[in-house]
């Protein structure tokens, strides 16, 4: 473990933000509501909660990566698909069960859906704090050469060409 990775569950729950605590309660719920009759949607079902809590606990150790539509849009059809396969599974298992586990699938949806409105579908990293520093000061790095203004008129590009022209 890196210095800079979370290490034990407390420092992991610490490091989420609200919905992402929410979608790790209801995902830990959804393994949780999978106890009894246990088929190929049951390990369907656990297998998306534990994705779940991965993508929570990599987003916790600072992990840069990027989803295509979010994390909140991904937590949002974990939920969904939890959800109907858990319709699925309906008369095959007790009502009750069915009905703690459609719950614990809608806290996951809903989780994702909060997440979503809350952080944009690009989600990318913030950059590192140098190349944010960079870019507040105007400063450039001193490995990259600055740019030339008029491009290169076969003169490096900094300096313009005389008013007559090149002879």
């Known amino acids: 473990m890196t210095a800079d990775s979370a290490g034990s569950l407390p420092?992991?729950?610490?490091?989420?933000?609200f919905e992402q605590r929410v979608a790790a309660v209801g995902a830990?719920?959804?393994?949780?509501s999978t106890f009894g009759p246990f088929s190929f949607v049951e390990a369907a079902i656990v297998?998306?909660?534990?994705?779940?809590?991965?993508?929570l606990r990599q987003r916790a150790d600072?992990?840069?990566?990027?989803?295509?539509?979010?994390?909140?849009?991904v937590i949002f059809?974990?939920?969904?698909w939890s959800a109907l396969l858990i319709v699925v599974r309906l008369f095959d298992r007790p009502l009750g069960q069915s009905v703690l586990a459609l719950a614990c699938a809608a806290i996951l949806a809903g989780a994702g859906a909060r997440e979503r409105?809350?952080?944009p579908a690009d989600d990318?990293?913030?950059?590192?704090?140098?190349?944010?520093?960079?870019?507040?000061?105007?400063?450039?790095?001193?490995?990259?050469?600055?740019?030339?203004p008029g491009g290169d008129c076969g003169n490096g590009g900094n300096v313009p060409p005389p008013r007559g022209g090149y002879r």
Not at 129 to 137: K, M, N, Q, Y
């Open 47 to 55: 297998l998306t909660a534990v994705g779940v809590l991965a993508l």
């Open 77 to 80: 059809a974990a939920g969904i």
């Open 28 to 32: 830990l719920l959804l393994i949780v």
């Open 124 to 148: 990318l990293p913030p950059p590192p704090e140098d190349a944010l520093t960079e870019r507040l000061t105007g400063r450039e790095s001193a490995s990259e050469p600055p740019p030339s």
């Open 11 to 17: 420092e992991t729950w610490r490091r989420l933000n």
């Open 62 to 73: 600072r992990k840069r990566f990027h989803l295509p539509f979010g994390d909140g849009t």
């Open 117 to 119: 409105t809350k952080r």
